[in-house]
């Protein structure tokens, strides 16, 4: 795949993230108390309605910065912080692992879970963007390569 294309699958990818990603932090923030908690003697506690609301802006700023170094072509850089990025949308397996969460209305249901499958995307694009970040990096945008060593004479 081509830096444009690839360029374009990022755009729309990270677009339905973000979006994807307001509907659930703001339902989990506003509506807090409609959220399952892990119980007294759970290994985890549930983060604060605080932390879910700082934590969207952190994982967020993750992604406009990956995106940022995508557009400057430092590739692996945007991987590392979409990444990041990524985290956003996984840590909703957390509210699976939680008791009574499977009993969350349908709609709440749909926006978690797609939290999830656009963190995952956002991950597997990043995996793949590191992999290939040599095609991906023009070759006028590449530091010269070294000339070889002349033999001492």
Known sequence: MSYLRATRVLCWLLGIAVLVSVVHYVDNYVNYDDYPVPGPDAAVPA?????????????TAFGAAGLLLWFRRHITSAAIALTGYSLSGLIGIGHYLVPGATGMVWWR?????????????????????????????????????????????
């Open 109 to 153: 249901q749909a926006h978690v879970v797609l939290d999830i499958v656009c963190g995952a995307a956002v991950f597997g694009f990043a995996l793949w963007a590191a992999k290939n970040s040599d095609e991906l990096i023009p070759p006028g945008a590449k530091p010269p390569a070294k000339p070889p060593a002349r033999p001492s004479a």
């Open 47 to 59: 983060p604060s309605a605080t932390l879910v609301a700082v934590g969207w802006f952190v994982f």
